[in-house]
Nanobody
Framework: QVHVVESGGGLVQAGGSLRLSCVASGRTYDMRAMAWFRQTPGEEREFVAGISWTEGDDHYADSVKGRFTISRDDAKDTVYLQMNTLKPEDTAVYSC????????????????????WGQGTQVTVSS
C-alpha cells in the first residue's frame, strides 16, 4: 500500500507560477510511476504529467508541454509539478497518483493505470 498527499495549490494570477508537491509513504520501494491529473466540475479527470520511478522518463499532456515540469526526489519519495505561465484554463483540482504494478503496459494517460490517489489540491488561476 502506498499513500500520497499533495500540497502547494492556491490562487495565482495568469502568467504566474506554482509548485505542487506529492509525498509518498508506505511501500514506496514498490512504486513504478507517479503522475498528476486534474479535474474540473463536470469533466473527466485529465492526465497532466507523469514520471517513471525506475527509468526517470517523463510524459506530458500537450496542453502543458513547455509550461509544466514534473520531477522527483527519490530521497524524499516526493514528486513535484512546477507550473509556469499559468492560464485560467489550468484551474482545476490537481491530484497525485501512484502505481506499483511492475507488469503494467503503461500508457500514462489513463486514470485506471494508477492504484493510489491523493485527495487533491485546488489550483485557481485568475485572469
Amino acid at each position: 500500500q502506498v499513500h500520497v498527499v499533495e500540497s502547494g495549490g492556491g490562487l495565482v494570477q495568469a502568467g504566474g507560477s506554482l509548485r505542487l508537491s506529492c509525498v509518498a509513504s508506505g511501500r514506496t520501494y514498490d512504486m513504478r510511476a507517479m503522475a498528476w491529473f486534474r479535474q474540473t466540475p463536470g469533466e473527466e479527470r485529465e492526465f497532466v504529467a507523469g514520471i517513471s520511478w525506475t527509468e526517470g522518463d517523463d510524459h506530458y499532456a500537450d496542453s502543458v508541454k513547455g509550461r509544466f515540469t514534473i520531477s522527483r526526489d527519490d530521497a524524499k519519495d516526493t514528486v513535484y509539478l512546477q507550473m509556469n505561465t499559468l492560464k485560467p484554463e489550468d484551474t482545476a483540482v490537481y491530484s497525485c497518483a501512484a502505481d506499483s504494478d511492475p507488469f503494467r503496459l503503461r500508457l500514462w494517460v489513463l486514470s485506471h493505470e494508477y492504484q493510489y490517489w491523493g485527495q487533491g489540491t485546488q489550483v485557481t488561476v485568475s485572469s
